[in-house]
Each structure stands twice: as C-alpha cells, then as structure tokens.
C-alpha cells in the first residue's frame, strides 16, 4: 500500500511528509510456528516532503488459524490434583477462560524447578497468559509473557520481554488446559522483528479445589520442557480471585498448634462485652500499624467456620455440609487469614510481606491466635510465627480496637527469627460506621436548624429595635461586630475551600448527596444571616451617630468597652493558642502512632476555633457598655440573647452527650459542634456553657435593674438613659 502524510517538526512546526509504503507480511494459515503478522512503513524515495526513519510493525494473528494435533496433558503436581469443575460438557466458554488467566501468575522454581528454569532459559517472577483465542472444539492458543514485573494490565501482548507462544486444548475430563509451546526470538535488528523458535515446551494450567495455609491459589500452572522429567516444571501460582467459589473447600491444618497456643497465652480469660462472631465478619477484617519499627498492613479473613470469603466483596459460600447453625453455637471458630503489611525497620528479609495464617477466634472473649506461614524465597516458607490480636468490645467508645503481636516462634540465633512486632489498629465497627452515618446525618439537620434559627433571632432583633427605637443606639457595636465576623468567617472558608480543593474535607461513606445539598442550604442561610446582621449593624451606627445629646457619652462608653475587651481577646488569644498547640501536639503524636497522614490547616482554620469561642461570648460587650453607660434601656430581645445563648450552649452539651455515646474516630467528620468551628474537649464543654449562660443572666438583670446593678454607689451620678429628640424641620 502507497500513501502520504503530514507530521510535526522538533519544533512543533506541521511538516508535508515523503511519500510512504506500507509493506504487510500475513502468515497463511497461520499455525504454532508462524502466527505474528509483521509489517514495515517507510519513505519511497526522493521528492517533496521530509523523509521519516522505517518503523516495523508487528501484531499477532487473530484470524486464520490451524491448530496441530492435540498437546498431550501430564499428570498436575500432588498439589494440583484436586482441581475444581468450572467447565463441564457445553458449558466451556473463551471469555471465561480469559478471564480466569488474566492475572498474573507467580512463579516457583522450587521442587525441581531449576532445571527447568535453566534449560527454558526463564528466570523472571511472573507470568502472564495473555491474547486468549479459542476454536469450537475446545482447542486454545494463548500467547504467554514472562517478567519481573507484577502489574498483569501492562502485559496485554510484549515484544521486549521473555515470551512463549502455545496451542493445545481444554480437557474435559480432567478440568485442564493442556498446551504445548514454542520460544518467541528475535529474528531481527529491531525489536519488533520476532519470530517463533524452538519448542518442546509443556504447559498446563488448573484450578485448585482444596485451599490450605499453603496453597491459597485460585489458579494455578505448570511449565515444563518435555525433554526433562515432568514433574521437574516451574510452577505458577495466582491468588487474584475471578468467579465464583463453586466446588472449593478449604484444609485446616494448624488449628491444633493454633489452639495449644491459644491456652498457652491466656486467651481465653473472659472478658467484658459482646465481640464478633462469625456473622459480623467485615468486623474481623482490620488494617493494622506497626508500632515500633514502623508500617502498616491489613488482615483479612479467608475463612470462618465452613464459610469462605473472598477477601474483598465478602461473599460467603458454604464450604461443606456441615450445618452453619452449628457454628453459631460454638466458642472458637476455625479461621483463616490473609495477612499484607509494609515495614519500614532493618530487616531486609521482613520488609514487605504476604503471609497466610490460621487458627482460632473466641467469640466471647474476641481473642484471635494464629499460626502464619511467610514465604522466605522461592522454595521456602517460615511457618514458626505466631499472632495473637484482642478486639474491642462491639460497645467499645475507644478508637483503637484491635490490639496484637507478631511473634516468632524460633530461637534468638536462628537467621529467620525477628523482634515481636506490636501492631495496633484504629477504626470501627460495621455497627459504628452505621452510627456515625446516622450521627452525620443528625448533625447535618442539627447545623441548618440552628443557623436558620440564627438568622431569625436577629429577624427579631430588627423587629424590636424597629418597636424600640431607643434600643438602636444602646446596642454595642462591639458586640455587633464580633457577631457579623463570625457570620462571616464560615462564607470566607467555603470561598477559599473552592481553590484548595486537595484541603477540603469529604465523607467516604456518605450517600445520596444529602450531605451536600445540606451544606449547600447552610450557606446560604449563613449568607443571610451575616446580611441580616450588617444591617443590624448599620442602623446601630447610624443610630449612634445621629444621637444629639448622648453622641459623645455614647462613644466614650463604646470605648471603654474595647478598652477592655480588646486586652480580655489578646490575652484569651494567647492562652487559648497554647491550650491549642499542645492539643494538637498530642493529637499529632495519635496521628503519628496510627500512621496518619498530618492534616494541613490554612491561616483562617487555625484562628476559627477561637474565633468560636469570642462568639460564644458574644455577650460581653453588651454587659460591660450596660455597666458603663448604667442604662436600663432594654437594647435586646430576650428572643435575640437568650435563642443566642442557647444556640451556643447545645453544641457543648451535644458534644458531651457524643463523646460518650459514639465512638470517636481518628479523622472525625463532625458537622455539627467541630473543633474546626469552635473549643470542644471536657473542660471547654463545662467552661464556656457556665460562661455563657452567666453573661446572660447578667444581661437580663441590667435590663431590669438598670446596667450599674453591682456597682452601685453614692458617688455614682444617677443613671443616664438615651432620649430620642425630636427635631423640627425648617
């Protein structure tokens, strides 16, 4: 084929390129020995336009393909045998069987392997079986890459990598995929330049019917070269589950040692409280850190009882006959795990681990022992390591609940023996992740609730000040100040949240938008409130301003009042940043012990929660210009100060009620009372409701008995009261 183009310079200018052929070489019929189409594109000659370098082509044959005589299928390993019937009779599908083989397939080069190994010339980790075809009759071909990488969504088909290429059939009668194989070489300069070499190469693929602590594959494989002895291949091991668990039993054969052990360390003293059994499974999965050296992982259950899951959806299947009833009843359960962690310590040989475990777990006591296997090498495992771990209580209110070692079972000289590893894991419960979903949504009314109520207590101010206008000048523009900014510090927040998107806080578990369209309705309610409050504002200073006789009277009590506010603020400021420094140091070093990732806070959500705390005394300003102005004007609504005073209240006293009645997460997502919008802790939720509830008494007295109430005296001059004159118009 003859044809041109266009392409771009190194500059990125557009560029006419020469005249092309595309040259494509199709193997007829394409058969074991020749199957890749290869092809070359490159410039014809001299002329207009800019000459571009050949490039090979290079795929593999799709269609047109005639299969030999059938591969024959060997005996499996003594492990293999019992081998589970996915497909019987009519019901052999090509997608099925792709999809079973497309991970990745890891290899052991124990047990005779190395010969093998070395006569095929592989010595990669993983395998790959990829480029899937099937024929009507059963036969199958497949093209299989091999490498040191584990990722098997990058190996859809390779040109750079050790390859073979196979043909063979699905064998009804033994539930195997029997092929046989040839090298893929490079026949040429370029890379894309492969050809097929030699072959007497055996493979068979399976999948295990019976899962032990040392064969947990869904599927497995065999590799071998046919001039060697059969049982000398290299084995191939998946664990990726793809289907269901039809036919699959699982062996328990340390649940005795687990059990001796179990007694050994005392885990069947009783304990206080309800703890899972084997119907609250998810609650038996947990992820983990590692307190001395550092790391984390996650444990989850293979088996419990009969039952298996498959260690992500959690779909239990009934494993034997057994009745599940029984099981019910029992104390300790036969369980298995799956164990993955990362350390960050010394020791090169347990820095990154998968170990299989089993043993028991005692439902009234919720002790868990297990024996667990780790793979040393490719031809070795240690199975000399112990595991304990305690969960919590169901009722637990603590964050951490779970609570183990890892201990080795072998003495202090032997090269495999390690440290005791001390792990710890923080979360929940299937039972509190439920609660806090309710509690979210609870405190997501309880926040709108209480700013609409915000916002129609300063309706009603307005309405009073309208029904008293000599209220208007009698009201601290301090307090009014303080009342707009912490209106205003919320919008400021969600306006900067909008470019810092990586800093806003979101709820993994939350569902149907319901959180969000709440938050949507809370600011807007805000936005009217703090309008609302500026308005109030502004007819308190125009109010003040326009006062004839008592103008200056008026403004020299304001000032004392910032006189002594202001230095009450700074101090309070100062005190309560300390206060909140060594919070968060120890809450740094929780962070720290859970391996928690540090929350970065911005300039503005550092000052909120005092800024909560000023407008938890939004009083203050009001009582202490009532004292020096001894005015008995009623210049608040008791709807305004006391609906105030209570809104600032409930959330101490919610707090209280939700430290003891939930549990308290290492990343809480509170909406309603959150440290990020004021001081929450035992002291402070004692503290400032006794604060707040005595500057409203106080405000309620002066408004009665005049401002001066405490500090009457014979010297003091007689109460002064703004009057309202009247002007005539020229």
Same mark, same amino acid.
């Given at each position: ?12 200018? +557009? ?77 052999? =599908? ?18 005779? /392997?190395?010969?093998?190994?070395? @006569? ?83 493979? =068979? ?18 590799? #071998?070269?046919? !001039? ?30 687990? =059990? ?88 090169? =040989? ?118 008293? +206008? ?42 149907? /938008? #319901? ?34 006789? !008592? ?11 910032? #006189? ?34 540090? @929350? ?16 938890? /005394? ?59 919008? &004021?001081?929450? @802790?035992?002291?402070? &939720? ?26 009457? !005296? ?17």
């Amino acid at each position: 084929m003859v044809g041109s183009g266009s392409g771009r310079a190194a500059d990125g200018r +557009p560029v006419a390129l020469l005249a092309a052929v595309l040259r494509l070489r199709f193997p007829r019929p394409a058969n074991l020995s020749s199957l890749f189409v290869t092809g070359r594109l490159e410039s014809t000659g001299p002329g207009p336009g800019v000459a571009f370098e050949p490039v090979s082509l290079l795929a593999y044959a799709e269609e047109g393909y005639a299969y030999a005589e059938s591969a024959s299928c060997p005996r499996p390993p003594a492990d293999g045998r019992d081998v589970r019937q996915l497909f019987g009779g009519r019901n052999f =599908t090509c997608p099925g069987l792709r999809s079973l083989l497309r991970p990745g397939f890891r290899l052991d080069y124990g047990n005779g /392997g190395e010969a093998a190994a070395s @006569s095929l010339g592989i010595n990669q980790t993983h395998m790959f079986v990829n480029r899937v075809h099937c024929a009507a009759d059963g036969a199958v071909r497949v093209y299989v890459a091999f490498s040191n990488m584990s990722d098997y969504s990058r190996y859809y088909f390779m040109v750079t990598e050790k390859a073979i290429v196979a043909e063979g059939f699905w064998d009804h009668n033994s539930n195997r995929l029997c092929l046989k194989g040839c090298h893929v070489v490079n026949s040429g300069s370029s890379r894309a330049e492969l050809a097929v070499g030699e072959c007497g190469i055996g493979m =068979t693929f399976w999948f295990p019917g019976v899962w032990s602590i040392q064969e947990r594959s869904f599927s497995a494989g065999l590799v #071998w070269n046919a !001039s060697l002895k059969r049982d000398q291949g290299i084995a191939g091991y998946s664990t990726a589950v793809r289907g269901n668990f039809g036919g699959l039993k699982y062996n328990y054969t340390k649940v005795d040692e687990a =059990t001796k052990y179990y007694k050994q360390y005392g885990l069947n003293k009783k304990r206080k409280g309800k703890f899972p059994d084997r119907n609250s499974y998810l609650d038996l999965a947990f992820r983990f850190n590692l307190q001395k050296w550092g790391g984390s992982g996650y444990a989850s259950p293979i088996t419990i009882g009969s039952m298996l899951s498959d260690g992500s959806s959690f779909v239990l299947t009934d494993l034997s006959t057994r009745p599940a009833v029984l099981e019910t009843k029992q104390r300790l359960l036969n369980v298995s795990y799956n164990i993955r962690y990362v350390g960050r310590w010394s020791q090169a =040989t347990f820095q990154r681990q998968q170990i299989s475990a089993e043993g028991v777990y005692d439902t009234e006591t919720g002790s868990l022992c297990l024996i667990a296997c780790r793979r040393v090498n490719v031809s070795s495992s240690d199975c000399k390591i112990l595991i304990t771990a305690h969960f919590a209580s169901l009722d637990a209110k603590a964050a951490q609940h779970v609570q183990g070692k890892i201990i080795s079972l072998r003495g202090k000289t032997d090269p495999l023996f390690f440290e005791t590893l001390d792990i710890d894991s923080y979360g929940m419960y299937i039972g509190q992740v439920e609660e806090s979903i309710w509690r979210m949504d609870l405190e997501s009314i309880m926040a709108l609730v209480s700013m609409t109520l915000s916002c129609a207590f300063i309706a009603v101010q307005l309405f009073h000040v309208k029904k008293v +206008p000599e209220a208007l000048p009698a009201m601290s523009i301090t307090m009014l100040v303080v009342l707009a900014l912490g209106y205003m510090t919320p919008l400021v927040l969600n306006f900067e949240a909008l470019f810092k998107h990586s800093n806003k806080q979101t709820v993994p578990f939350s569902g149907g /938008g #319901w959180l969000e369209v709440n938050e949507v309705m809370v600011r807007i309610i805000t936005m009217a409130t703090f309008l609302l409050q500026l308005r109030l504002l502004q007819l308190a200073w125009s109010a003040r301003s326009s006062v004839d006789g !008592s103008k200056h009277e008026a403004w020299a009590a304001e000032r004392k009042v910032l #006189w002594v506010c202001l230095p009450l603020y700074i101090i309070g400021g100062v005190i309560t940043a300390i206060v909140h420094m060594r919070t968060n140091h120890s809450r740094r070093m929780m962070r720290q012990i859970a391996r928690l990732m540090p @929350s970065r806070h911005t300039f503005w959500e550092d000052i909120v929660p005092y800024g909560g705390l000023l407008l938890d /005394g939004f009083l203050l300003p009001q009582a202490i210009l009532n004292v020096f102005s001894a005015s008995k004007v009623r210049a608040l609504s008791p709807v305004f100060y006391i609906g105030g005073t209570m809104l600032h209240v409930l959330p101490h006293a919610y707090d209280a009620y939700r430290t003891h009645h939930f549990v308290r997460s290492m990343r809480p997502s509170y909406i309603y009372a959150s440290s990020h919008d &004021d001081l929450f @802790s035992l002291a402070w &939720d004692i503290v400032i409701p006794c604060g707040v509830v005595l500057l409203a008494t106080l405000l309620f007295f002066q408004q009665w008995l005049g401002g001066a109430l405490f500090l009457r !005296s014979k010297r003091r001059k007689p109460s002064s009261e703004y009057e309202m004159v009247s002007t005539v118009s020229s």
